[in-house]
């Protein structure tokens, strides 16, 4: 949910955000784009040192270091525009790579025959974020301008990292022969939305109601 909030508020407010900078349409457009570039990038160097350590030493710092890049895209919008180019790439970096993380977390603790269900419920609470976020956002920006955009995501990143941490001194890491690939995990997340309910029912020894299609096919006379 914590990681829902500001990745939906950046999504929904941050051409908002970035007009209100006076950029123009080619401007906005490249802002959102460095940002989707620096998420994609960040998934591999993330994810491997994932995969080497407890997973939460890497979410607290993507949190803060998505916190920080926030921050700095607004303290630079006062004093050197072009940086907030540079910044909006580090902040997709760390900010967009955290749910893949919290989902490869998620899967070291999950046995092999939950890890769909797990996913979805994981997916339902991350837009549920992502829904609460951007009316948060869109109200401190109404009452505090532009800066109130990313003072919102840092706290609330800075809020994450400091659950994450209260964690670690809860339960000790997974071992390392338990743990989920970080790419694997990535897969599992992707299979969510791909799964026939249709077919796994039919695996499960259950009945459904056949398709129109099915039925043509089975009945010559409809």
Known sequence: FGVGMPNGSFWAMGPVFAEKLGLNTTGIAIFMSVAVMGGALGQWPLGRASDRMDRRRVIILACLMGAIAGISLDLLNHHWQPGIFLCA?????????LYA????????FVESDGFVEASSGLLFVFAAGA????????????????????????????SVALFAI??????TAVGQEDRT???????????????????????NGGTEEPTPKARSESDPGT
């Open 131 to 158: 829904v609460a976020g951007p009316l948060i956002a869109s109200a401190l920006m109404r009452y505090y301008g532009n800066d109130g955009l990313f003072a919102f995501t840092a706290a609330v990143q800075t």
């Open 101 to 108: 993380l919290c989902a490869a977390h998620l899967n070291d």
């Open 166 to 171: 209260f964690r670690m001194r809860r339960r």
């Open 89 to 97: 790439f580090f902040f997709g970096m760390f900010a967009f790579c």
């Open 181 to 203: 690939k970080f790419a694997d995990a990535i897969r599992v997340v992707q299979t969510v939305s791909t799964v026939d309910p249709t077919k796994q029912a039919q695996e």
